[in-house]
Nanobody, 115 residues
């Protein structure tokens, strides 16, 4: 059974940094693209960043230059380094693998950015 567990969320002031982790148990890691999504109150869930098995990455425009997605295949773990955080980054962040609605999802980790 596939299980995704996120961690690393929390409260931080504007301009601060957080590093999210997603540990994937089961077989759905190495061959698949993975991603981080977020959902803010009253808004639709959006894809923030994704990474292919080969390491190619995608970022939504609002986080380019501030967020970095990475994966450690040996540890079955995906990361999202978030720097220069803004109030509008406040949301619940979810990891997803394989990337897409049909994949598996973690339970989410709350990120709150305040001034």
């Amino acid at each position: 059974q596939v299980r995704l567990v996120e961690s690393g969320g929390g409260s931080v002031q504007t301009g601060g940094s957080l590093r999210l982790s997603c540990v994937v148990s089961g077989s759905r890691f190495r061959p698949y693209a993975m991603g981080w999504h977020r959902q803010a109150p009253g808004k639709q869930r959006e894809l923030v960043a994704s990474i292919t098995p080969g390491g190619s990455t995608y970022y939504v425009d609002s986080v380019k230059g501030r967020f970095t997605i990475s994966r450690d295949n040996a540890k079955n773990t995906m990361y999202l380094q978030m720097n220069s955080l803004k109030f509008e980054d406040t949301a619940v962040y979810y990891c997803n693998v394989p990337l897409g609605l049909g994949g598996d999802w973690g339970q989410g980790t709350q990120v709150t950015v305040s001034s």
